[in-house]
């Protein structure tokens, strides 16, 4: 770049003058050329150091002390000083939002050029905090260019002289504008690019998230439709009504329970009652995988995480972004493992596996368990912090021998189910079947009863079922829960019986050889208590 150009020189005859502006001319349609050829296809992230060297530049060749670049946003926003080169010695500019000179800022922002060669006489008389503004750094000349993108203000761009006054040709303005809107188009083209980059990014993400939901809807489609949750069980009734309480909230509910009762059941009745009902609840069995890859299953993980780990896998954890996740066996959770769930339920954060990027997620979180998790917490293999986290709302799920009034009821809905499905039509269950359902204590709960149906259903033939409690009940004659759950379990058998008679002859109080008062008070007790549109057992 020549210095010619730029620099108010006096020159003795028309001839020089004519050549000096001829190199003038030159020197810049050379720069011009270079800093389009710069800019053109300058990298977003590269663009505002590479306006700040040619800043620089320019106030070296043109005898400035001080260019400042701005951004303009809009109507009412705050100017943005974006990057600024000064001479050493003078009043810097910091980066930021400019400094409060209102008239001047004013003035740019609605497009409005503003040359000043002589400073304070130039100024006008309603400049006043631009007048003690120079007075204070010796500002002495100064030219204010806006820059218009596609027809908007987007930018400005300053020159500063200090302690001497510098002339302000119109000429230099006109050329030193053509720079600054190479500036500006190549600041809003890197502004849409990181836009659009970012956008970019989120779809990508999108559709990432997208594509593993429906992997992993793919992969369980073979879901059951959900059973219809009715109950004759009050405590089971109870527990129906505490989850339709819990559902919509996004709290972190626990499922406590033996084997079979129902705990996955209850886990998709929760998520199916909640607002993330559209979106698929996600399921982690922590039992069934190595704890090797439970956590890449949980957390994700990069490409090249651990040997064999060919791409990039989405987790867990993000997949249920904005829904439920549900961790089934919690109990079965390796130690190092609870340590990184503990931080996610506590922060929301994590990274995958093999991977330093923080990803932050809301996850509503069900876990169930039918391990004694205090009694883990004591022996050690449990957390007792994460055990408190996950045990915001707990849900004992009762075991079905807890709510025999339901064995009627479940046993009819599974053989529906079942002829359905077999082409085999069923009038009724046997009588001394359901009597010997009612009596069975049903250590799997409501999975062998299902079984057990199952079993019958093959091997029906006609339409009243027999129910063969054999082989299952072999080991298990005596129930296990004392006194009180065989009593219950015994009316209920011949309340079955007698079709909820009471009194009478062949009533129940009749058969159990007590009065009829005395079956009452106890049923009572008990809460055994019959619904109000009772099937028979026969459906
Ligand atoms: N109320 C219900 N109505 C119909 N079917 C049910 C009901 N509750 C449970 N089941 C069925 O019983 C079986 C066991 O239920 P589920 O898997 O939810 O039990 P679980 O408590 O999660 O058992 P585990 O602790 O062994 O995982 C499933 O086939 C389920 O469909
Ligand atoms: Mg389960």
Redesign the pocket.
């Known amino acids: 770049m020549a210095r010619a150009w730029c620099e108010a020189k006096t020159v003795s005859s028309g001839q020089d003058e004519l050549a000096a502006a001829f190199a003038e001319r030159l020197a810049f349609e050379q720069l011009l050329g270079n800093l389009s050829a710069l800019f053109a296809d300058l990298p977003a992230e590269r663009v505002v150091d590479e306006i700040g060297r040619a800043l620089a530049q320019l106030i070296e060749h043109l005898g400035f002390h001080r260019a400042s670049f701005a951004e303009i946003r809009g109507q009412g926003e705050p100017i943005e000083v974006i990057c600024s080169a000064v001479r050493a010695g003078c009043q810097a500019m910091p980066t930021g939002p400019a400094p409060d000179l209102p008239w001047y800022l004013g003035e740019l922002a609605a497009g409005r050029l503003v040359v000043l060669p002589r400073i304070p006489e130039d100024l006008p008389p309603q400049a006043r905090v631009e007048a003690e503004y120079c007075q204070r750094v010796g500002l002495r000349s100064n030219l204010g260019i806006p820059l218009r993108v596609g027809g908007r203000v987007a930018a400005a761009i300053t020159f500063a002289a200090f302690h001497h006054t510098r002339p302000l040709p119109g000429e230099l303005v006109t050329r030193l504008k053509i720079v600054g809107e190479v500036f500006a188009q190549t600041l809003v083209r890197s502004r849409r690019d990181r836009e659009l980059t970012a956008a970019l990014t989120e779809i990508r993400q999108l559709k990432e998230r997208l594509e593993a939901e429906n992997a992993y809807l793919r992969h369980s489609c073979h879901k ?1 439709s959900a ?5 004759r069980s009050p405590r ?1 009734n109870q527990i129906l009504g505490e989850i339709a309480q819990v559902a919509p909230t996004r709290s972190t509910v626990l ?1 406590l ?12 009745a929760i998520h199916d009652l909640s607002d993330c009902r559209h979106r698929a609840m996600i399921k982690v069995n922590c039992a069934a995988l190595p704890a090797s890859l439970i956590e890449a299953e949980l957390f994700g993980r990069e490409k090249g995480a651990y040997t064999g780990a060919l791409a990039r896998q989405m987790g867990r954890f993000e997949l249920a972004d904005g829904s439920t996740l549900f961790l ?2 919690i109990g079965e959770l390796p130690l190092d493992l609870q340590t990184k769930l503990l931080r996610v339920l506590q922060d929301g954060s994590f990274e995958r596996v093999g991977g330093t990027h923080t990803i932050r997620v809301k996850v509503r979180l069900i876990s ?3 391990r004694d998790l205090e009694r883990a917490v004591e022996a050690g293999s449990f957390r007792k912090d994460l055990y408190y986290r996950l045990n915001v709302f707990p849900v004992a ?1 009762p075991a079905l021998r807890e709510r025999s009034e ?1 064995i009627p009821l ?1 046993a009819w ?2 053989v529906k189910e079942l002829s359905e499905a077999m082409g085999k039509p069923i009038e009724r269950i046997a009588e001394d079947s359901m009597a010997a359902l009612l009596a069975y204590s049903w250590p799997g ?3 062998e ?2 079984n057990v149906i199952e079993r019958a259903m093959i091997l029906a033939r006609g339409p009243i079922l027999k129910v063969s409690l054999a082989v299952a009940s072999a080991a298990v004659k005596v129930p296990a829960d004392g006194l009180e759950a065989t009593e219950r379990a015994h009316i209920l058998r011949v309340l079955e019986q007698t079709h909820w008679r009471i009194r009478g002859a062949g009533g129940a109080a009749e058969r159990l050889a007590i009065k009829p008062t005395t079956l009452e008070s106890r049923m009572k007790r008990l809460g055994i208590k019959r619904a109000h549109s009772e099937p028979s057992s026969s459906g």
Do not use: I
């Open positions: 059951r059973p219809a949750l009715t109950s089971f499922l329970g033996e084997t079979g009762t129902g705990k996955e059941v209850l886990a998709d089934d066996e169930a368990t039918n799920v339901d479940l809905e599974f709960n409501v999975r009863l299902r």
